[in-house]
């Protein structure tokens, strides 16, 4: 037997043989370990997968979050003056004119240019994806994940235009495009156009 908050861990692959339980008293105060049904765990790992992506939409163990973090560190600590050139500095430069001495404003981030795209091409916001695997479930030739573990359309012809609305559909952050139909003949075609037009 295992408890039940170990199974939900993401290191718990080792432990699928093992017997889930929670702790509970008995009608007499006594402490009793209670088997967890199969179902139950599996709502629980649902609810946790779930917590974890509302963690990574508020920045939380955002790998994207953690890098820009990183960055305005490296350039906070380079623009910082050292402590032997702040003590070199005259006080009477440092209080010119009777204006406090301000610090010096944080270096703008300065963000990349989008390409511009067609918008008949479908296309993946990649810098806001949060590494859901939503669009990788549904078609994992035609959604692929960069470096970053963030996704972007590897090879648009992989796949249905259905597949493209359906990833567009059920993406959290709605940062998939999925652009015009390539193919004229895919069936229901005019249904999925009218599903694909809040996310062109």
Not at 69 to 88: G, H, V
Not at 113 to 141: H, L, M, V
Not at 176 to 187: L, S, V
């Amino acid at each position: 037997m295992v408890s039940l908050a170990e199974l939900l861990v993401p290191e718990a692959d080792g432990l699928s043989g093992k017997v889930p339980y929670v702790m509970m008293l008995d009608r007499d105060d006594r402490l009793r370990r209670v088997i967890v049904d199969e179902r139950l765990v599996r709502e629980a790992r649902r609810c946790v997968e779930m917590w974890r992506s509302l963690q990574e939409l508020g920045g939380i163990h955002n790998s994207h979050a953690a890098r820009l973090l990183a960055q305005e560190r490296q350039l906070w600590e380079k623009q910082r003056p050292s402590p032997a050139a702040i003590a070199d500095t005259p006080a009477s430069n440092q209080a010119a004119a009777g204006v406090p001495a301000t610090p010096a404003a944080p270096a703008a981030v300065v963000e990349e240019a989008a390409p511009a795209r067609s918008p008949d091409e479908p296309y993946i916001e990649t810098p806001r994806c949060t590494s859901c695997n939503e669009c990788t479930q549904i078609n994992n030739k035609m959604f692929a994940y960069d470096a970053n573990k963030q996704a972007f359309i590897a090879d648009p012809g992989a796949g249905t235009y259905r597949q493209l609305v359906e990833a567009a559909e059920s993406c959290q952050v709605a940062i998939i495009h999925p652009g015009k139909p390539r193919d004229p003949d895919e069936p229901g075609l005019d249904e999925l156009v009218k599903r694909a037009e809040p996310f062109l």
